[in-house]
């Protein structure tokens, strides 16, 4: 059974960091997409970071958010520096098992396969 599992979130002030990790047990993930999307009170769903052998970033995290991975741990990263009030949200994580690591990852919620339950960020100004 595929799981994802989020851990890192908390309350942290403006200009702070966090990092958030996303342990995937089930299966081997060196070779699935993963991604960081996140969701604020009454905003949809929407892409942060994408990792495959590529990477790619919203345009309002880039230069702040880093997003890594640990093959040998089967988890991915994400180093969230010079933190803004408006990226409070809660944060998941998601896996994209089909498709190219050669392949620039997908912004698209609906092609990642594996969701985690969510990890909640709140920065305070």
């Known amino acids: 059974q595929v799981q994802l599992v989020e851990s890192g979130g908390g309350l942290v002030q403006a200009g702070g960091s966090l990092r958030l990790s996303c342990a995937a047990s089930?299966?081997?993930?060196?070779?699935?997409?993963m991604g960081w999307f996140r969701q604020a009170p009454g905003k949809e769903r929407e892409f942060v970071a994408g990792s495959t052998y590529y990477v790619l970033y919203t345009d309002s995290v880039k230069g702040r958010f880093t997003i890594s991975r640990d093959n040998a741990k089967n988890t991915v990263f994400l180093q969230m520096n010079s933190l803004k009030p408006e990226d409070t949200a809660v944060y998941y994580c998601a896996a994209k098992l089909v498709g190219s690591m050669w392949s620039t990852p997908s912004r698209s919620g609906r092609d990642y396969d594996y969701w985690g339950q969510g990890t909640q960020v709140t920065v305070s100004s």
């Open positions: 089930g299966r081997t993930f060196s070779s699935a997409a």
